[in-house]
């Protein structure tokens, strides 16, 4: 049996192309069901065989490009652990902006939620877990997302958001329902080329049409049939793309428009509030 800063180093060797250690360590304390900080006070403590052949399979996956979210199958996203698949986008800090933004509107207590597009429920959770009184359903086309999303919401008790599988508004009635349309949609170009590690994660979740616009001015141009009136509709998508989004949300009668920066001071989020009719 070799110790813990043996197995470590040997990964390192394994790809000296590119720095994985952060992930290698992710890795086996995955293998070891051990948090990470544990690992530095425990180095010369010993791996078993099966978990050290466990381990460098993992490392080997990684290398090829597999993300760590999917290999350990889960996330964390505003403090919630989540589990994750090739079925569901891997939740990203920039889109707790959109959590935060949300939380900032004060909505009225039980207000009407809908996050569409929800994958792995990140959004629909998150808000969930800070206002208990919402009325949250989460759609998604992909019934193996609404799986594992419903499965999250079971296992962290927040079961009383409600999911249906539906594109987009297609199964929801037309009416003017909801004090909050929320949506992390696909915004990637169809023509661009992206990462590596993006391969991995489900094509339908990342790409839309019209230079990455097309899902984003769907959601917003059918939004006045469902939203009430002042309600908001707050929308994540590409850094270059906030000017576009914030002219289809003018032309649908928002006003109140406003786009938001990410982390990395990145235009992230725009949003509005529907015309009073």
């Keep these: 049996m070799n110790t813990l800063e043996v197995v470590l180093e040997r990964a390192k060797h394994l790809d000296e192309k590119e720095d994985l250690n952060r992930d290698f360590e992710v890795l086996l304390c995955h293998c070891l ?41 889960r996330k964390e996203f505003w403090s919630l652990e ?25 909505l009225p207590k039980n207000s009407k939620v809908l ?13 969930a877990s800070e206002r208990s009184d919402l009325q949250i359903l989460a759609v ?11 499965n999250n919401a079971i296992r962290l008790g927040l079961d009383r958001v409600s999911f249906l599988k539906s594109d987009w508004y297609a199964s929801l009635p037309k009416t003017r329902y909801w004090d909050l349309i929320i949506s992390n ?27 990455g616009l097309a899902a984003l ?30 002219k289809a949300l003018e032309i649908a009668g928002y006003f109140e428009i406003q786009t938001k920066l990410d982390l990395a001071g990145l235009e992230r989020a725009t949003g509005g509030k529907r015309d009073a009719d």
């Design 217 to 246: 001015r769907k959601i917003i141009f059918d939004s006045k049939d469902y939203l009430k009136p002042l309600g908001c509709l707050i929308l994540e998508h590409g850094f270059d793309q906030a000017l576009d989004v914030a």
């Design 140 to 150: 998604d086309f992909c019934e193996k997302a609404l799986s594992v999303a419903q």
């Design 185 to 211: 949609p696909p915004y990637v170009d169809t023509n661009s080329s992206i990462a590596t590690d993006l391969d991995f994660e489900p094509a339908i979740a990342l790409f839309s049409s019209d230079s």
């Design 82 to 106: 989540l589990e994750v698949d090739d079925n569901t986008l891997i939740p990203r800090p920039e889109t707790e902006l959109l959590i935060q933004w949300a939380i900032e509107l004060n």
């Design 115 to 127: 996050d569409l597009g929800t994958g792995s429920g990140a959004i629909a959770l998150a808000l």
């Design 33 to 73: 069901n051990k948090p990470r900080a544990w690992l530095y006070s425990h180095s010369k403590c010993f791996v078993t065989d099966l978990q050290e052949e466990k381990f460098f399979d993992l490392a080997v996956k990684r290398i090829r490009g597999i993300p760590v979210a999917y290999l350990i199958g």
